[in-house]
């Protein structure tokens, strides 16, 4: 592939000759002439790399590859393909050359532009031996949580003087999940004056398994003759089985706005980020209680995680989350109306939103507490990202901010515990402000 | 009656007041807010796209051309760009006599073309250097161009020189070889002037961690001999298309003598013609290089011979 400069020094060769031809001149001639063995001599014997000699990036590929790099090959180890936000990942690329002809290459591995390399580089210029391999080793910090691939690998081999270039696009890519990073809100709770965010286990009144007394029913076909209470038989002829109440477990739901809206705000600080975040830290601690914890999210649609305990519902939530992308505009109405029917009664009930642009907000946490739920709300400002970002005047922030305060006492006053959660605020600070701690 | 203009900024009203209002509504907020419609400075993502002049003398790996300062190889090229410098500006200024100059063509005046000649050459030699020192793209561009237009000649087939104290003008080969000296020292100045930014741009790079060289030594060696076999190459190269009134007589000569010394004897081959005719076999040549794609075949020989 011709480079700018190449094509430069062309045009004014061939110029120069046509010129000189006209004009009777040797020495243009002469000039065209030199140029052109220099143009030749490149482009037959290229096999060189420099950085960005060409005035494109070697990542711009547009698919011509050489001979010179069809026996060229990558692959690429990550130290973990599951990592926490603000954790590092190591790559090791092995470059290998099965030719038996050395090689100059320019070697860039394409990393997700969020990234930053902490250690060792993805860009290298490197000479590869005949038959040889090497390892390219670096770090990249990942700031923000979600889905992410490493690839391709675009190698470039041009010509001592930057005149010619081939490029190729090594189609190696590797997945890795950056998970929300989590607070620790253990010793939160422990400090407060109220040991635990919900005092004990919620008291569901519903029957299932657990160990105090529910009721006495009749036997159906199926329970557990272990379960049959035999004075009630004896006194009333039926055979009757004990009921138990579900053990002191709660089921704790977790709503998380997702909408286009929660993305207002620079990229690392903004409402869904912070959601998100606290969405994690809040399932481990629940699911470390040993409580039963279900995600649902919003946006384009809704994506529900049902209620589950164990170490194994956390990375099927923590991966709901990574993936939780900022789009759509479903109300809150819709999501409760749905979920309503299938949520425990009295369940607690996390809610996750900057609470704009959404006019039944107030209606469908209305109906959430006349239903008796414990609902709680942690809603990031995104009017604060906003203004420390300088992107709202002081008096569009102060009327905005009024606007929420308004909205916020009046979810307040439907006995919603809500806290408005400013960027510099910690979690259990947060929380513990929303629960009146 | 003055009417004093109330302050845009209100915030002093909400100063130590609950203010109640109607549900919010960013959207109606963000109407009416004092800082216009345009886009987030921090909400556009930077596009590295290199000017025109980036792009010839090669691309930015460091976009805003802002260079640490040179490494040791950058010096030796900024020292090989000035000897070439100085001995480029005297060879244009010896092969390019005012007589065929274009200030010549447009004035008539050869005192006028003589200053005006000067001017560019010393312009050129001055952007160069000024170029090379700063590591200036621009300088070097505009050094580049300066020398070209001091070259460009409008008149005669023949060499001419503007100064002649070694007596070249007598032998036809010396002057050639002078001409094809100064060819391949303007190509090199194009080079080495490249290489000093686009060195310097790889070694800033490095420093800033941008990019990682293995093995530098064996990368910028390799740079260092093309620098010497590409000169020479072009110069032999040269020497035969500008000789093609001695080789085509010698070949046809084994065939028929007297057709060779009449065609040594013709004013045609000895003309610009002949040097057409030359560059016209290496134009072909190179050409059909190129249309074969013989690039490929040649490195897909070496591939396969290598196997």
Redesign the interface.
Known sequence: MWSRKSAMLGSLAVSMYLLGLTLRNTQLVTIAVVIFVFLTWAALFGGHADVASTGRRADEWKGEEGAALGNVSAMRKLSSARIFEDGELDVTLRMQNHSSLAKILEVRDRVPEVMRIKKGSNYILMELGPRRETLIEYTVECPLRGFYSLGPVAVRIQDAFGLFHKEKELHVYNDFLVFPKMEDLSDTFVKSRVPKIFTGAVNIRQPGPGSEFYSLREYFEGDSFRAINWSAYARSGKLMVNERERDAVSDIIIIVDSRAVSETGPVSRNALVYSTRAAASLTKYFLGRRDSVGVITYGNEVVSVDRDTGKKQLYIILTKLSGAVAGGNIPLQVVVNRIMPHINKGSPIIFLSNLEDDPTIVNALRDFRARNFDVTVLSPSSLEFEFDAKRLDRTGYEVMKTERDVLISELRGLGVNIMDWEPDMLLSTALAGARGF | MTIKKPS????HL?DGK??????????K??G????GSEI?K?AI?EV?I?TFI????????VPKMKFLPPDKMVQNLQIGVYGVLIALALLTFI??PEE?SIWYMMTGSLGFAFIMQMIVIIAATVAGFWGTFQRDARFSIASNLLF?LA?????????TLSNDVFGFSDSPTMLSIL??V???L??MY??LS?GVI?YS??DT?IRT????????K??VG??H???I??PI??TI??MI??NANNILPFIVGIFSEDVAMRMEESVELI??YG??LG?LF??LV?GG??ALN???H???Y??NK??
């Open positions: 845009g900024d209100t915030s909400y609950t203010v109640r209002s109607a549900a919010p509504s960013r959207k907020a963000a009416q807010m004092g800082l987030p921090d993502p590295e290199p980036e792009s010839l003398l090669g691309g930015p790996l092969v390019s065929g070209i070259i460009l000649r409008f008149a005669s087939s023949k060499v001409v094809v100064y060819a391949v303007l190509i194009f080079e490249n686009r741009m790889l790079s961690n941008e990019v990682y060289v293995m093995n530098p064996k990368i390799k740079y001999r093309s620098l076999l590409n190459l072009a190269m040269a298309v500008l003309s610009v040097v057409a560059t290496v134009f190179v290089l190129f013989l690039p490929t040649l490195q897909n070496r591939e290598a196997e």
